[in-house]
């Protein structure tokens, strides 16, 4: 009988080809017997028109992506909140149609895991433009989460936003820090945040929540993998998946 890595799930990731981050950080802290399968579709810039074209690529990423995954993951933190909600719905039900499996987005995992630790108000961090932090806003919005207050690096290149490092990264967090948010949302896969979440718990006193350590909540969560502790990524996943 044939048998495949991945006994407790087999997870394709629909990625930015210039994403340098995801697979590390998840093949480093996932649990074993999960596998992930990169499947790359090009973003040649991380705006509004960039994120569009790339979101025309489904198809060709799609006729690419291994048959015997049990779930599939369009992981693109911008990529997913850019036209809002419905679309992202139409979006997910294309790959499910097509894959004949479970999907879930960047973005919706988010939100499940803001809403599982109970933030409606937060702190909104990322290496966007103001235009796409707006975008971002709105669509959180639309889900009850209200960003009280921003911070953006104004950055467009999929490569310069995987190599930003923790000093700016803390220096984007302390602009967008305030009494009033419950939490913190470090936003973009493309951002190192790996060892670095229990630090900013630690030093903001709040929860701090990735658009990675979201996805990897929610992928062990729609697994049926439960009661694992991954150490440095947080409240959200030290606590194990409910």
């Not at 911008?78 to 909600?85: A, E, K, N």
């Not at 999907?103 to 919706?108: D, G, R």
């Not at 999929?158 to 803390?170: G, H, N, P, Q, T």
């Amino acid at each position: 009988m044939m048998t495949l890595y991945g006994a407790k799930g087999r997870i394709a990731l629909i990625i930015p080809h210039e994403d340098y981050t995801t697979e590390y950080e998840f093949n480093r802290l996932a649990p074993e017997d999960i596998a992930f399968y990169a499947v790359r579709i090009l973003l040649k810039s991380v705006s509004r028109e960039g994120l569009m074209e790339m979101s025309k690529e489904l198809d060709f990423a799609l006729d690419r992506t291994p048959a015997r995954v049990n779930l599939a993951v369009y992981h693109c933190t911008s990529g997913t909140f850019i036209l809002g909600p419905k679309w992202e719905e139409e979006i997910l039900k294309k790959i499910e149609q097509r894959l004949n499996v479970t999907s879930t987005s960047t973005m919706k995992s988010v939100v499940e895991a803001l809403k599982y630790l109970g933030l409606n108000r937060i702190s909104l961090v990322t290496p966007y433009t103001k235009e796409l932090n707006d975008y971002e806003s709105n669509y959180l919005l639309q889900f009850g989460i209200k960003v009280v207050k921003d911070s953006f690096l104004s950055l467009t290149s999929s490569e310069a936003m995987c190599s930003v490092e923790r000093d700016e990264l803390k220096q984007l967090i302390e602009r967008a820090d305030t009494p009033e948010s419950q939490g913190i949302f470090i936003s973009c896969t493309g951002l190192k945040t790996m060892g670095l979440i229990d630090e900013f718990e630690e030093t903001y006193k709040k929860p701090v929540i990735s658009s990675n350590s979201a996805t990897l909540w929610n992928i062990l969560r729609l697994l049926g993998v439960r009661d694992v502790s991954i150490k440095g990524y947080g409240k959200l996943l030290k606590g194990g998946v409910r």
